[in-house]
């Protein structure tokens, strides 16, 4: 389990011919929490290919996700799993010019 306190974001595509996605505000957990307002998500595990974003979000991280999807695919011999991604955003201002996050997609070599 994380202990630096990192929030994750967890996009999880819904209909992949309309590329409808959830996305999930979340924690990293052990212990699946009683009650009706959660969901406990469990992400198997895998290979990650992980994207450093620094800046002001919302703006970095979208222009993060951009490259990865306009450039980075299409020059590796890497595919996307159709698992679900991962924003890790660490605390800290997530509005400051040299706020540090992540964004880890799963992969695997074509």
Do not use: N
């Amino acid at each position: 389990m994380r202990e630096d306190g990192a929030l994750l974001g967890v996009c999880i595509e819904e209909d992949p011919a309309t590329e409808v996605f959830r996305y999930a505000i979340a924690v990293e957990g052990e212990q699946r929490l009683a009650g009706e307002e959660w969901t406990t998500i469990v992400i198997p595990a895998t290979t990650w290919a992980t994207f450093p974003s620094q800046g002001a979000l919302p703006d970095a991280i979208q222009a993060v996700w951009t490259r990865i999807f306009r450039e980075w695919f299409p020059a590796t011999g890497y595919q996307h799993t159709g698992g679900p991604e991962l924003e890790i955003c660490p605390p800290g201002d997530p509005l400051s010019s040299d706020y540090w996050c992540e964004v880890w997609i799963p992969v695997v070599k074509r």
